[in-house]
C-alpha cells in the first residue's frame, strides 16, 4: 500500500502550556467555535513510568467515581455538548480502548507551522528553492535527482528543542488512567514521546527523523550524522560506508550514496509497524480524531476501521469525513459521529473539565515541561564545546582571507623573506577585527 501523504511538523511551545491551560479553564463558554482559518491541515524525554503507574491507580479509581447519577439519567442535557457525552463515556467505563488518529492540528499551537496554511505554511515558503511544484521536495523521485531543497527544509521541520502541547499531554493522562489503546500520528515531531507516552503506544504512521539509511546500499545511518550534517548545516548528508575493493590491488571506496530519514516521501510504503497494529481498531470503544482534514491516505481509511457501535469524536476547526453535517445525521440521537469545532487545545481542555481530572492534568504538565527544560539544558552544555570550536575555526580562516587579501594588493617578497612581518600583519588584523 502506498502513502500520499503531507508530512506534519514543529516549533516550540513555550512554559506559557500551564498559564494558557489554567486561563481556558476559567473561560465561560469555552466550547465556543472560534474564527474559522483558510487552511488545509491546520485544522484545528519519556517519564518515568513507575512513578505515572502510581499515580494513575489513584487518578483511574478518583474518575471512575466521579459519575453521579443525574449524569446517567438525564442525557437530554448533554445534547449540544458532545464533549461532556464523552467524558460520560470515559467515566463510566464504557470507553477503554480509546484510540487517537492525529494530525498537524495538534501541533500548531507549539509554534510549527503546517504545510499548506497560506502565508504560515511550509509550502508558501518554498519559493526560493525554486521547487516546479512545492510538494516535490517530498518526492522520492525529485530528492534523489534534487537532495539539497530536502535538507534545507529540514532545519525547519526536525524535532528540535520544543515543548509538547496540552493535547499531547492528555494523551498520557488517558495512559495513567489505562483507557488509552494506542495513539496513530501522521506528524514526525515526536511531540507525543516528549510528552511522556511509551513508545509502544505510539504508530508514527510517516515515520520520523530517528532513524535513516543509505539509498543505494542501504546501510542504517547514525542518527548524529543527519543532525550534524544535514539538520544543522542544510548540507547534503551522503553515505561513508567503505564498499570491498572491485578488484586485486584496488582501493576500498566509500559508497557516497544519497543518506534519507526515515521518514514517508510520497509514494513509499508505509512502516510496517502501522500495518501491525491494523488489529488495534477492532476493539476499539471511542475513536477520537484531532487536527486532521482525514484527505491523507491510506491514514483517513482507518477511521472506518473501528466497530459500527463505536462512538466517534473530532476535534477540529472544520468538520471533515463522515463527520461533515452534509451527511443529514440526527445530532441529537447521534453518538456514532460527535464533533466539537475549535482549536485542539481548547477542546482538550474542556474535555478535560468534563473528566474533573484539571489538577492531575496540570501537574502532568508542569512536571513534563520541567524535565524537558532540564534536558535541554543538558544537551546545550554538550554541544557548547562544539560550537566553540567550530567558532575557533571560522576566525581562523577569516583572518587568513584578510591576511591573504592585503597580502596581495601590497606585494610580497621572495620566499626567504622573515616570517616576521606576516606575523605582524595577522597581529593587526585581529586588533582590527576585535578578535
Not at 74 to 88: I, S, T
Not at 287 to 300: D, H, K, N, W, Y
Not at 341 to 360: F, P, R, S
Not at 397 to 416: F, H, L, M, P, Y
Request: with cysteine; aromatic share 8%; net charge neutral.
Amino acid at each position: 500500500m502506498k502513502c500520499f501523504c503531507f508530512l506534519c511538523v514543529f516549533h516550540a511551545l513555550q512554559c506559557s502550556i500551564v498559564s494558557d491551560y489554567r486561563l481556558d479553564m476559567s473561560s465561560e463558554n469555552s466550547s465556543k467555535s472560534p474564527q474559522r482559518d483558510d487552511v488545509d491541515n491546520h485544522n484545528d524525554s519519556s517519564s518515568d513510568s513507575s512513578s505515572s503507574s502510581s499515580s494513575s491507580t489513584s487518578a483511574s479509581s478518583s474518575l471512575r467515581g466521579s459519575t453521579t447519577n443525574k449524569d446517567s439519567n438525564d442525557d437530554n442535557n448533554d445534547e449540544g455538548n458532545d464533549l461532556k457525552r464523552v467524558a460520560k463515556l470515559i467515566k463510566s467505563g464504557k470507553a477503554k480502548n480509546i484510540i487517537f488518529l492525529l494530525g498537524a492540528g495538534i501541533s500548531t499551537s507549539a509554534g510549527i507551522p503546517d504545510f499548506r496554511s497560506p502565508k504560515t505554511g511550509l509550502y508558501s515558503n518554498l519559493q526560493k528553492l525554486n521547487l516546479p511544484f512545492p510538494e516535490a521536495v517530498f518526492e522520492l523521485g525529485f530528492f534523489q535527482k534534487n537532495p539539497k531543497p530536502f535538507w534545507i527544509l529540514a532545519k525547519e521541520i526536525y524535532p528540535g528543542k520544543y515543548y509538547p502541547t496540552p493535547t499531547h499531554y492528555f494523551l498520557n493522562l488517558l495512559n495513567q488512567q489505562k483507557v488509552l489503546k494506542r495513539v496513530f500520528t501522521q506528524n514526525i515531531d515526536t511531540l507525543e514521546s516528549l510528552a511522556g507516552l511509551p513508545e509502544d503506544l505510539i504508530v508514527e504512521a510517516h515515520g520520523s527523523f530517528s532513524t535513516a539509511h543509505c539509498l543505494s546500499c542501504k546501510t542504517s545511518v547514525d542518527k548524529e550524522k543527519i543532525l550534524k550534517g544535514g539538520v544543522r548545516n542544510g548540507e547534503v548528508v551522503k553515505c561513508d560506508k567503505e564498499l570491498p575493493a572491485k578488484g586485486k590491488g584496488k582501493d576500498k571506496q566509500l559508497c557516497g550514496g544519497l543518506v534519507k530519514p526515515d521518514i514517508v516521501f510520497f509514494g513509499e510504503n508505509l512502516p510496517d509497524r502501522f500495518f501491525k497494529h491494523l488489529p488495534d481498531f477492532k476493539t476499539c470503544d471511542l475513536l477520537i480524531v484531532i487536527g486532521t482534514s482525514l484527505q491523507v491516505q491510506p491514514f483517513a481509511s482507518l477511521i472506518g476501521k473501528v466497530p459500527l457501535n463505536c462512538p466517534r469524536l473530532l476535534i477540529n476547526r472544520e468538520s471533515v469525513g463522515p463527520f461533515q453535517s452534509s451527511g443529514g445525521y440526527n445530532k441529537r440521537n447521534n453518538l456514532r459521529n460527535m464533533f466539537w469545532e475549535g482549536d485542539a487545545d481548547k477542546g482538550i481542555n474542556e474535555l478535560v473539565k468534563h473528566l474533573e481530572l484539571e489538577n492531575e492534568f496540570i501537574e502532568l504538565i508542569e512536571n513534563g515541561n520541567n524535565n524537558l527544560k532540564k534536558h535541554y539544558k543538558d544537551l546545550e552544555k554538550l554541544e557548547t564545546p562544539s560550537k566553540q570550536k567550530t567558532r575557533k575555526d571560522n576566525i581562523g580562516k577569516k583572518i587568513q582571507r584578510e591576511t591573504e587579501a592585503v597580502k596581495g594588493v601590497v606585494g610580497e617578497s621572495d620566499n626567504n623573506e622573515d616570517t616576521s612581518d606576516t606575523d605582524d600583519l595577522e597581529n593587526t588584523i585581529r586588533q582590527k577585527l576585535k578578535l
